[in-house]
């Protein structure tokens, strides 16, 4: 799977390429003599070049070129590569190309890579750009190999040169017995053939191993394969497979006998699977209920089946502790997808499943565009998380696009999280969604006899009253002295998130929220001002220590900026601790290394007694039974973020971390400090209870339109000239109202997903706020502006943005983005 090596040089072709209607027929030699019609996605990232174009095909080409290959076109006088979507005897064959011309039509100039691609493929990527308002081209590149983005450059002197793909293959060479050199035995002075022979005996081995084991075999191996006792063979090494840990808890060995929450989780998948509709399963099971063995399990009977199945995990869990589980289950049979791969593992990973030798994925959300065969099940665990909105375009959420995979390949989909996103709670709740059942599975327990831990809510404001300066309150500092005594391990959670501090009244726990948004108002160093991030609000403010300092509901003169940082709480927890005590620190400071991660995660394993203390990162996935205490240093940081999904985030956040405590035979406690015990978040958290506080937000969110019932979409525009983009900015929002208000579009039922039940409380038609400036107003130079469209759940509001883009027009000096069902509004 590589681009030809060698460069490819190009004379400047002078003739465009063939437009839809035929406006410049100029016909070629190779055009009249076509073996066949290719429609072609040309990649040039403009959104108005996201429809393919005709190309003809010579017969010599004829064999390279299927769907899914990437060839080199000539484009409006230049060269350009483009992916093959469609192929056709005939121009009638081809979408959009009966009215034209054979004679008209240009023809293919090379073939570039063969195919890397399906026609499924196509399908997915057509969803995605229409979907999330992004250039085809741009959603085709996502299905190519790693690393193999061809590129062509026009050079000085007007010729065209294709750069080849900077990842190779590598190969190896394997030695191993042949039938007849099984009952071979050497003579007895034969010491290098009797070593060779007993290092084969339990199988194949590769010749760079024979060499760092036994230095030099090359004579001996070519010795014995001349008399026909070994043959060496030469093979595709695949990089990024021997990823080997010391943790404990890595191994995957099936437990003797299921609870009877992952039996239920388990029929639901098997009965979702006999349907093959693509319908969702949500295994809504508390922490350590046991989800990754209803995953593996169900994974067993898909392979069985010879069918593969994809697994995405949030970044931050692949660690070798989930690696481990599915590689000792499953073996070579399994690929793995996280940004740490060098780029070669990376290409070797996704060649190993496009080779059809690994049949399980387990990665990022971008492990969706691997090179599938026969796709029987898709899983993506902790789907509650973030990360599987991607920050860039195409700006898709990998539920939806699962959710959209699920039903092109009659596959289930299974959704598990101990916090289920709420657009997943209300669409079970309405019991189907874009076609298709959405069924909750509960499993409330845990295996083997383990309890959730108890939860200690440690009221700050009384600690403070009580004259504390302190970080730990004496239930937390109780905790850490009795795992030290009792030699255990515990975790510490500090979650310094967001860039703008905020300020809290460290007398009564008030933090100044907006009037109009109930969100939590955001400091701003600079102007001394509290902001609202949804609607602008604006009030100044004086912080303690400033003179004139007041709490707006008390008046205390204690209204703090908000501020710690996990390094100030390792140097206390180092001072506080006895030296024997290993504290390891895991942030995005201590993990910018590759392995850093890992090594972390090992140190604690293998530590008698120690804490480990991180941001988020270690809130999910990890599973050490010796963990008996968590502790949560400030839980409000998490509580008063500047967001309508703020109560959402945090319980899920508290509910994970509380959940890596207790996890073995001794029962785990579990420390929440804030100084809002009465939120209902710490409240439904302290009772593992989400009932205390998901119906009051869910109510406030329908009230005020927000997801999960309506769709949120956040148009960003960027430029380094103030005005110029605000004008366009105006310009954009005008023509978006224009649309929207002629067009009263309900998306086809099935394609983005509409629930009459969703829909009928939302308001009817899209709603355009703005434009205004983005929280953050300016980045890099550049000013942003935003544009934000609320719309009922079944609106095609894709389209409108689509139209409302291109009858503005790009310009050079302002780069918009477009962000469907967004996440990030800053
Ligand atoms: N049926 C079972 N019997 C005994 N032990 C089990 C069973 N199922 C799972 N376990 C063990 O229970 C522990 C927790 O399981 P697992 O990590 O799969 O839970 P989880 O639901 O994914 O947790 P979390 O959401 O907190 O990450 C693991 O050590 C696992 O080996
Ligand atoms: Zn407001």
């Given at each position: 799977m590589t681009i030809p090596d060698q460069l490819t040089l190009f004379g400047a072709g002078a003739e465009g390429a063939t437009r839809r209607s035929s406006d410049r027929p100029a016909p070629t030699a190779q055009a009249a003599s076509a073996a066949c019609y290719v429609s072609v996605v040309v990649?040039?990232?403009?959104?108005?070049?996201s429809e393919p174009f005709t190309y003809a095909v010579s017969g010599d080409l004829v064999d390279g070129v299927k769907v899914g290959a990437t060839v080199l076109v000539s484009f409006a006088r230049r060269m350009a590569a483009g992916y093959v979507i469609a192929c056709a005897g005939?121009?009638?064959?081809?979408a959009g190309a009966e009215?034209?011309?054979?004679?008209s039509i240009k023809p293919?100039?090379?073939?570039?890579?063969?195919?890397?691609?399906?026609e499924q493929s196509v399908a997915v990527a057509r969803w995605l750009s229409q979907t999330y308002v992004a250039p085809l081209s741009e959603c085709l590149r996502?299905?190519?190999?790693?690393?193999?983005?061809p590129r062509v450059r026009r050079l000085e002197d007007g010729t065209y040169e294709v750069e080849r793909a900077s990842v190779q293959e590598v190969h190896q060479r394997v030695v191993a017995l042949t039938e007849e050199g099984r009952a071979f035995v050497p003579p007895e002075r034969a010491v290098r053939q009797r070593q060779l022979v007993e290092a084969l005996a339990c199988g194949p081995v590769t010749t760079s191993e024979l060499n760092a084991l036994y230095g030099g075999m090359s004579a001996t191996v070519k010795a014995l394969e001349r008399r026909g006792v070994v043959t060496v063979e030469e093979r595709r090494a695949w990089r990024g497979?021997?990823?080997?840990?010391?943790?404990?808890?890595?191994s995957g060995a099936a437990p003797a006998q299921l609870t009877a929450g992952q039996r239920r989780a388990l029929s639901a998948i098997e009965h979702a699977r006999g349907l093959g509709r693509g319908d969702v399963v949500v295994?809504?099971?508390?922490?350590?209920?046991?989800k990754t063995e209803v995953y593996l399990a169900a994974i067993e009977r898909v392979l069985a089946e010879g069918k593969s199945a994809c697994v995405l995990v949030p970044e931050i869990s692949l660690t070798a502790q989930t690696v481990g589980r599915f590689r000792s289950r499953f073996g070579d049979a399994v690929a793995i997808f996280h940004s740490r791969l060098s780029a070669g593992e990376r290409l070797d990973q996704w060649d190993m499943v496009h080779a059809g030798v690994a049949r399980v994925v387990v990665g990022a959300?971008?492990?969706?565009?691997?090179?599938?065969?026969?796709?029987g099940l898709i899983v993506i665990d902790?789907?509650?998380?973030?990360?599987?909105?991607?920050?860039?375009?195409?700006?898709?959420?990998a539920r939806e696009l699962a959710a959209y995979m699920a039903s092109l390949y009659g596959c289930p989909l299974v959704l598990g999280s101990a916090t289920p996103s709420f657009e997943s709670l209300a669409r079970c709740a309405a019991g189907s969604f874009g076609g298709v059942s959405w069924t909750r599975v509960e499993m409330p327990e845990r295996p083997a006899g383990a309890t959730l831990p108890r939860i200690v809510i440690a009221d700050l404001r009384r600690e403070f009253a009580r004259g504390s300066r302190s970080m730990f309150s004496k239930p937390l500092l109780d905790g850490l002295m009795r795992v030290v005594e009792r030699r255990e391990k515990a975790v510490l959670l500090h979650n310094r998130r967001g860039f703008a501090p905020f300020l809290m009244?460290?007398?009564?726990?008030c933090v100044p929220t907006c009037d109009h948004c109930s969100t939590a108002l955001t400091y701003h160093e600079r102007t001394h001002t509290l902001e609202c991030h949804t609607c602008g609000a604006v009030h100044p403010v004086r912080p303690y220590p400033?003179?004139?300092?007041?709490?707006?509901?008390?008046?205390?003169?204690?209204l703090a900026k908000m501020g710690m940082g996990t390094q100030q709480i390792e140097d206390a927890l180092r001072s506080l601790l006895p030296p024997d005590v290993a504290v390891i620190r895991m942030d995005a400071d201590s993990t910018k290394a590759k392995g850093s991660h890992q090594r972390l995660l090992e140190e604690f394993d293998a530590a008698e007694c120690a804490v480990l203390l991180g941001t988020?990162?270690?809130?999910?996935?990890l599973d050490f039974p010796e963990v008996t205490l968590v502790g949560v240093v400030m839980a409000d940081y998490a509580l008063k973020m500047?967001?309508?999904?703020a109560s959402e985030r945090a319980f899920a956040l508290l509910e994970q971390v509380s959940g890596?405590?207790?996890?073995?035979e001794r029962a785990g406690e579990v420390v929440i400090q804030t100084?809002?015990?009465?939120d209902p978040v710490i409240r439904a958290v302290a009772a593992h209870d989400r009932s205390l506080f998901v119906p009051a937000d869910l109510a406030q969110r329908a009230e005020l339109g927000y997801p999960p019932y309506v769709r949120l979409v956040n148009v960003v525009c960027r430029g380094k000239d103030r005005n110029v983009t605000e004008r366009y900015v105006e310009a954009l929002a005008e023509k978006i109202r224009a649309i929207a208000s002629q067009e009263h579009r309900v998306a086809p039922a099935g394609a983005s997903g509409l629930s009459a039940a969703l829909a009928a409380?939302?308001?009817?038609r899209p709603q355009v706020l703005g434009p205004t400036t983005c929280?953050?107003?300016?980045?890099k130079d550049r000013f942003r502006f935003h544009v934000m469209v609320k719309c009922p759940?079944?609106?095609?509001?894709s389209r409108v943005l689509s139209r409302a883009l291109s009858e503005v027009g790009a310009r050079r000096d302002v780069s918009v983005s477009v962000d469907v069902d967004a996440y990030d509004l800053m």
């Amino acid at each position: 799977m590589t681009i030809p090596d060698q460069l490819t040089l190009f004379g400047a072709g002078a003739e465009g390429a063939t437009r839809r209607s035929s406006d410049r027929p100029a016909p070629t030699a190779q055009a009249a003599s076509a073996a066949c019609y290719v429609s072609v996605v040309v990649d040039i990232p403009a959104r108005a070049l996201s429809e393919p174009f005709t190309y003809a095909v010579s017969g010599d080409l004829v064999d390279g070129v299927k769907v899914g290959a990437t060839v080199l076109v000539s484009f409006a006088r230049r060269m350009a590569a483009g992916y093959v979507i469609a192929c056709a005897g005939t121009p009638d064959g081809l979408a959009g190309a009966e009215s034209l011309d054979p004679s008209s039509i240009k023809p293919v100039r090379a073939v570039l890579a063969e195919p890397a691609f399906s026609e499924q493929s196509v399908a997915v990527a057509r969803w995605l750009s229409q979907t999330y308002v992004a250039p085809l081209s741009e959603c085709l590149r996502l299905f190519l190999p790693p690393g193999h983005t061809p590129r062509v450059r026009r050079l000085e002197d007007g010729t065209y040169e294709v750069e080849r793909a900077s990842v190779q293959e590598v190969h190896q060479r394997v030695v191993a017995l042949t039938e007849e050199g099984r009952a071979f035995v050497p003579p007895e002075r034969a010491v290098r053939q009797r070593q060779l022979v007993e290092a084969l005996a339990c199988g194949p081995v590769t010749t760079s191993e024979l060499n760092a084991l036994y230095g030099g075999m090359s004579a001996t191996v070519k010795a014995l394969e001349r008399r026909g006792v070994v043959t060496v063979e030469e093979r595709r090494a695949w990089r990024g497979c021997d990823a080997s840990t010391t943790l404990s808890s890595a191994s995957g060995a099936a437990p003797a006998q299921l609870t009877a929450g992952q039996r239920r989780a388990l029929s639901a998948i098997e009965h979702a699977r006999g349907l093959g509709r693509g319908d969702v399963v949500v295994v809504d099971g508390v922490t350590g209920s046991g989800k990754t063995e209803v995953y593996l399990a169900a994974i067993e009977r898909v392979l069985a089946e010879g069918k593969s199945a994809c697994v995405l995990v949030p970044e931050i869990s692949l660690t070798a502790q989930t690696v481990g589980r599915f590689r000792s289950r499953f073996g070579d049979a399994v690929a793995i997808f996280h940004s740490r791969l060098s780029a070669g593992e990376r290409l070797d990973q996704w060649d190993m499943v496009h080779a059809g030798v690994a049949r399980v994925v387990v990665g990022a959300r971008s492990a969706l565009f691997c090179p599938f065969r026969d796709l029987g099940l898709i899983v993506i665990d902790e789907e509650h998380e973030h990360t599987y909105k991607q920050g860039q375009s195409p700006r898709y959420h990998a539920r939806e696009l699962a959710a959209y995979m699920a039903s092109l390949y009659g596959c289930p989909l299974v959704l598990g999280s101990a916090t289920p996103s709420f657009e997943s709670l209300a669409r079970c709740a309405a019991g189907s969604f874009g076609g298709v059942s959405w069924t909750r599975v509960e499993m409330p327990e845990r295996p083997a006899g383990a309890t959730l831990p108890r939860i200690v809510i440690a009221d700050l404001r009384r600690e403070f009253a009580r004259g504390s300066r302190s970080m730990f309150s004496k239930p937390l500092l109780d905790g850490l002295m009795r795992v030290v005594e009792r030699r255990e391990k515990a975790v510490l959670l500090h979650n310094r998130r967001g860039f703008a501090p905020f300020l809290m009244c460290r007398e009564c726990g008030c933090v100044p929220t907006c009037d109009h948004c109930s969100t939590a108002l955001t400091y701003h160093e600079r102007t001394h001002t509290l902001e609202c991030h949804t609607c602008g609000a604006v009030h100044p403010v004086r912080p303690y220590p400033a003179p004139g300092s007041a709490c707006p509901r008390c008046g205390s003169r204690y209204l703090a900026k908000m501020g710690m940082g996990t390094q100030q709480i390792e140097d206390a927890l180092r001072s506080l601790l006895p030296p024997d005590v290993a504290v390891i620190r895991m942030d995005a400071d201590s993990t910018k290394a590759k392995g850093s991660h890992q090594r972390l995660l090992e140190e604690f394993d293998a530590a008698e007694c120690a804490v480990l203390l991180g941001t988020q990162m270690i809130a999910k996935g990890l599973d050490f039974p010796e963990v008996t205490l968590v502790g949560v240093v400030m839980a409000d940081y998490a509580l008063k973020m500047p967001d309508f999904r703020a109560s959402e985030r945090a319980f899920a956040l508290l509910e994970q971390v509380s959940g890596r405590a207790g996890r073995g035979e001794r029962a785990g406690e579990v420390v929440i400090q804030t100084y809002l015990p009465d939120d209902p978040v710490i409240r439904a958290v302290a009772a593992h209870d989400r009932s205390l506080f998901v119906p009051a937000d869910l109510a406030q969110r329908a009230e005020l339109g927000y997801p999960p019932y309506v769709r949120l979409v956040n148009v960003v525009c960027r430029g380094k000239d103030r005005n110029v983009t605000e004008r366009y900015v105006e310009a954009l929002a005008e023509k978006i109202r224009a649309i929207a208000s002629q067009e009263h579009r309900v998306a086809p039922a099935g394609a983005s997903g509409l629930s009459a039940a969703l829909a009928a409380d939302s308001t009817e038609r899209p709603q355009v706020l703005g434009p205004t400036t983005c929280v953050i107003e300016r980045a890099k130079d550049r000013f942003r502006f935003h544009v934000m469209v609320k719309c009922p759940v079944g609106y095609d509001i894709s389209r409108v943005l689509s139209r409302a883009l291109s009858e503005v027009g790009a310009r050079r000096d302002v780069s918009v983005s477009v962000d469907v069902d967004a996440y990030d509004l800053m």
